[in-house]
């Protein structure tokens, strides 16, 4: 479980995250949604400890993310963002493999690690000998996927990972990426802007606006019950653009 005590953080006289408080479940999978600014992915790099709270702590497994175990910590939580984020001069293999060569693994122990994650994400053991200016977008985010497992982490931080994709990629990614969330049992935080696709993933679904909670429970409540304008507004700017058409 990963839990956030009035966290707060700013960027000069900018307020990014203003005073969270939640819990996100184990094992579950835990969407933050809203628009662009609303804090989203400042929440994640706080989570993973790739920036500091100003005020308030983050506890990760029971253990408050410090100074001093922030590197022991990261090891057990995987990252995937929106472009991917492969090192271009890596192939897809140099890539998933990075970490585990750095930690010291055997060849036999990565190769085999490999060969689970390539089946596990249904890619072509092929794709992984090109670099990934030669891959699609949706292998690229695969290869993403097999990287941010390879050590086997106990928590997943996904920063809109299908949002450059085309619709029909997109489609199939959410297809196989709920499947694999539902498989490894991982806790899972997603973040999106895209209401559909937080129901789709979402087992609690968190609405941000402006660096704080509007918003949290199960998504069929918050499309039903808004308790503020600001969620009413968020959801009817959502409407599938189809239901505007006239028969």
Not at 61 to 67: F, R
Not at 113 to 118: G, M, N, Q, W, Y
Not at 187 to 196: A, C, L
Not at 203 to 223: F, S
């Amino acid at each position: 479980m990963i839990q956030l005590d009035a966290v707060t953080k700013r960027y000069g006289a900018e307020v990014a995250v203003r005073n969270v408080s939640m819990e996100l479940p184990g094992e579950r999978t835990t969407v933050l949604i809203g628009p662009s600014g609303s804090g989203k992915s400042t929440l994640l790099r706080l989570i993973i400890g790739l920036t500091q709270p100003d005020a308030g702590t983050v506890t990760v497994d029971g253990q408050q993310l410090t100074q001093t175990n922030i590197r022991s910590l990261r090891h057990r939580m995987g990252y995937v963002i929106q472009d991917g984020g492969l090192f271009p001069h890596l192939t897809g293999r140099g890539n998933v493999a990075l970490m585990a060569h750095h930690l010291g693994w055997t060849q036999d122990r990565i190769d085999a690690r490999i060969d689970e994650l390539t089946t596990l994400v249904q890619l072509p053991p092929d794709r992984l000998a090109q670099y990934p200016d030669e891959l699609s977008g949706g292998q690229q985010q695969r290869v993403s996927l097999m990287r941010a497992l390879m050590l086997d982490p106990s928590v997943l931080l996904l920063d809109e990972p299908l949002g450059a994709l085309d619709p029909m990629i997109r489609t199939d990614l959410q297809d196989d990426l709920r499947d694999i969330f539902r498989r490894l049992g991982k806790t899972v935080i997603f973040v999106t802007h895209d209401i559909g696709e937080a129901g789709f993933f979402g087992d609690h679904v968190a609405l941000l606006h402006d660096g704080a909670i509007e918003q949290q429970g199960r998504m069929a409540t918050l499309v039903r019950e808004p308790t503020s304008q600001f969620a009413a507004d968020f959801i009817q700017a959502q409407r599938a653009p189809l239901e505007h058409l006239e028969e």
